[in-house]
């Protein structure tokens, strides 16, 4: 009755997999096989089977590619900022030790909050006439006048503010990963390159990151996947607007298939999404992880 | 903490937790639980917080007379229609009767049930004319109108009446001081009141409806002509966009992302003196608001083509997939028979000229005069009866607007947006 | 028991430098982790230096005073930015309504009051709303552990290429936007009659916490030495047996870090619940965005619901902070 092991090893693993064979692998095919028809949005209505055309509706469209650049760029800038902030807060808490472990503890709250809330919170301080973040740069002489700053309704700016509550969402799981990286650098290490006269700057960029790489390489593709993905935070904040500055590729879907009532334009709109996050995905974990194997 | 005091704590909590999460499965805590089959009287609405204030009262009344509960869906305005897509796409709707906006009525023509029946004489005669071709698609009435709505002007009665201010305006402008009747007056009055910290007016850039009444006020009609053709670009149309981007210096800032909620706001809380806003923020206006007992109504103002406003009712549907029809017409009925009741309501409407004709004249109500002489007004009319409007608005007309308030050419924009509508309409 | 604990992997923060690399840096970390969790030997090097040089450095940290007081300022800083956008909601919280909407904007409340909460609370379907997300939430980790926990301990015990697969199907999974599968998955669940149902949502939230709760247990899993499991069977365990009883008690923590992401992960989902909800099991993030009404922006209510709805998850947070932050640090790593 002793099964192999390696049966013993796909027993355990059918559950999960049929699960997600058929939660997951079921609708994406159900989608990418609707990209290929012309949806009635009512139920019932018509279905007709129009090949290609809507992936060259797609691609013609200024609404599409316009939102795969912003995805691209709003992505960006998360991560950067996510990483740049997350970084220093790691070595904040590293150089000030044992002793700043309790607000270590405390700098974790923004993970427990909810997308939509932390977008709500920050649409009522960046809206114009009521926010407060305007009020309180005015306060300070920053600023003019409250409103000078058009966070929310500046197509030029909005991209980059709706990613804020993203940033300040994530930024403490940045910081818990670099962290954790860090206290695992042996400090011997550290002691030595000191003593040969390295200054912070030479430490932090040609010991710390170098050492942290692996680390760093799998927080970035994990968390460049889900800003590309963002959504709750941006359609409470501007719902894509204005002029659709703030349009991610989520947001377009989203809109396409609900809203215009077209799921055949929505499914291969997502098809194509989804091809090209893996892509870049297996790109960066081929490129990233890679050499970081051979630590 | 040993490990197998710690596994066993778990193991109870689990259970625990996997039982009475199981057990309630089935039914989610929220609403009644569909018993399905048997043909209940309980009859879910789904509805817009306004529609939701409006409803209440019939539905009490409802029980009473016909013996149907009612159970209340309120979403906001964009998740509303976002679920009547979803829902109708997938042909599983989860309430009987729906509250639509009237530009959504040909997106779902196909979804919901003809009520022809329940359109009378008496009925069709007691129904703003508007309204009543407006429920007529394809030759069936597929919506009971449940209120109607209009922009109107409210404004500072303190501040108009104030001495000083009178004598100022009158020394500047050569005319008295009174609620605006044509498109320069409101121009000139929201100059005159913008100074220490307060605004003349508000320049909503984030919803197309008010420039849409200008147009109509303007002598054109909206986006389409009667045969379907574009004319977003016509003479009419850039005059009321001129008019409407020529406010924008006695606004508040920040103009493109200013929807109905922000410039209801800021009227309340006393930074603009004057607004176009639809007729029942006039009841809504909070008590301990700063501007609570100084606001007056007047009627929409004029342009060239005379007063215009652009209707906003609310329509009663019935879903083609829903199980309860029964049920649903009897409520759609009570909702006509007790009309007036929603006049009492928070929104304050109705769609019976009827009821309108009751209240007018009573305290508190000073709102429903003006809001009866826009409906009646030469130019209204309703707005394009076509699938694609929701779209037209979302990516094409606000865009546009943004763009104009933010200081764009208009008739360039004007220009690209008929070439935008044209392919969306091919 | 005792033996197996005190074997070489738990010791020390260099058993970096002398692990072979297997997978990233995972096992390093885990011992990390085990080191932290078994009273923080960590700090054992710390007491044995001199006590007249206490703030001498470890390795990254600040020696010099004036650096550290400069760094404490810093922290205090980057502590109060952060943590103020929270605080306001508070603040705005306990406004009048009128308040809320202030032109000047203000931060403390004129006049403190309950009305929002009031007002929240009893509104129609908002308690019902948070019995629904509790209900998602644990059905949904339940979901996730009893699929991931096997699973996981499939693919790390025994490498399989079937195992590889799966870990790259699961990533592929963690890709695909939620907005893409939610409409068929809504479909799919009404067409077996399971439309707007709690069990619905949390099969659709199960599949967002699946991959990462699968992946959390692996390096969990990796982290225990097979020894266990070894001596198990040679006592005569099915290797189920030895599965469920030896090494599950002893990743319990590990379980318990998995189980808190996964109701986190679903406890704060929206996309979903917006999409597969409509009137009996929604749950409470869709209600807090429908506050955003075309005729008003109720502030104070929203601020009231959102305070309510994250203050309790907060202070588990907090109280279990420790799991949670060995957690997040294998989970980021193991990606």
Known sequence: MRISDRRFALFLMTPAALFLAVFVAYPLFRLVADSFFKISPIAGGPRDFVGFENYFRAFASEAFMGAGWRTLAYTAVVVTLEFALGLGMALLFTTLGRKSQVWRTVFLYPLMIAPIVAGLLWKFLMIDNFGLIGTLLHQAGILNDPNQIGWLSDPDIVLFSVAIPDIWLTTSFMCLVLFAGLQNIPGDLIEAARLDGARAPALLFRIILPLLRPVIAVALVVRGIDAARAFDTILIQTNGGPQSASETMSLLIYRTMIRFGDPGLASAMGTIYLLAMLGVAFFAVATIWRPGKDN | ?426 | MRTVDSSPRGHAADGATNRPQQAGVVLPLASAVQTERRGEPLAAPAVRKPRRRRHHAEGLEAGKRSTRALLWILLAVAMVLYGFPFLYLLFTSFKTPIDTIAVPPTILPKEWTLENYANALGRNGVLASFINSAQTAVISTLLSLVLAVPAAYGITRYKTPSGRVFIMAALVTRMVPPVAIGIPLAGMMSSVGLADTPIALSIAHTTISLPLSIWLMSSFFEAVPRDLEEAATVDGCSRLGALWRVVIPVVSGGIAVTAIFAFLASWNEFLFALLMTAIRSQTTPVVIANFQTQFGLDWGSMTALAAVYSIPVILLTLLLQRKIVAGMTLGAVKG
């Open chain 2, 1 to 426: 903490m040993s490990t197998r005091k710690t596994i066993s704590r778990f193991a109870v909590i689990g259970g625990i937790c996997t039982a009475v999460a199981l057990a309630a499965t089935g039914c989610g805590a929220g609403g009644p639980s569909s018993t399905g089959g048997a043909a209940n009287s309980t009859v879910n609405v789904l509805v817009e917080a306004g529609g939701h204030a409006e409803l209440t009262g019939v539905a009490e009344q409802c029980k009473k007379d016909a013996g149907v509960n009612v159970n209340f869906v309120e979403l906001p305005y964009d998740g509303m229609f976002n679920r009547l897509s979803s829902e109708f796409s997938s042909g599983n709707v989860s309430f009987d009767v729906a509250a639509l906006d009237s530009v959504w009525l040909p997106s779902f023509k196909d979804a919901v049930q003809p009520i022809d029946e329940l359109f009378t004489d008496e009925a069709k005669k007691d129904i703003f004319p508007a309204l009543v071709k407006e429920a007529n698609v394809d030759g069936h009435f597929i919506g009971m109108p449940a209120w109607t709505n209009a922009e109107i002007i409210l404004y500072r009665k303190d501040l108009f009446e104030d001495p000083k201010n009178k004598a100022d305006f009158k020394a500047k402008y050569g005319y008295e001081l009174a609620a605006p009747t044509t498109w320069k007056q409101y121009q000139d009055i929201s100059a005159f009141f913008t100074r220490d910290g307060m605004y003349g007016t508000d320049v909503k850039g984030a919803v197309e409806t008010e420039w849409l009444a200008h147009v109509l006020q303007a002598g054109s009609p909206m986006v389409l002509d009667a045969d379907g053709k574009v004319i977003v670009d016509n003479a009419a149309h850039k005059e009321a966009l001129d008019f409407y981007t020529s406010l924008v210096k006695s606004a508040p800032s920040g103009a493109a992302q200013v929807d109905w909620a922000a410039a209801q706001n800021l009227f309340n809380q006393g930074k603009t003196a004057m607004t176009r806003f639809w007729a029942h923020a006039y009841r809504q206006i909070p008590k301990d608001s700063p501007v609570a007992g100084k606001v007056g109504a007047a009627a929409m103002i004029g342009g060239s083509a005379g007063v215009a406003g652009v209707p906003g009712p609310w329509y009663l549907s019935v879903p083609k997939a829903t199980k309860n029809t029964e049920a649903a017409k009897k409520f759609v009925k009570c909702a006509y028979d007790y009309n007036s009741m929603g006049i009492e309501s928070s929104l304050g409407l109705a769609a019976r000229i009827s009821a309108f004709e009751k209240y007018q004249d009573k305290p508190g109500y000073e709102s429903f005069k003006p809001l009866i002489e826009t409906l009646n007004g030469k130019a209204t009319a309703t707005r394009p009866a076509t699938a694609k409007w929701q779209q037209i608005v979302d990516t094409v007309l606000i865009p546009t607007l943004q763009k104009a308030v933010a200081g764009g050419d208009s008739a360039a924009l004007l220009a690209d947006a008929k070439k935008q509508i044209e392919a969306l309409l091919k």
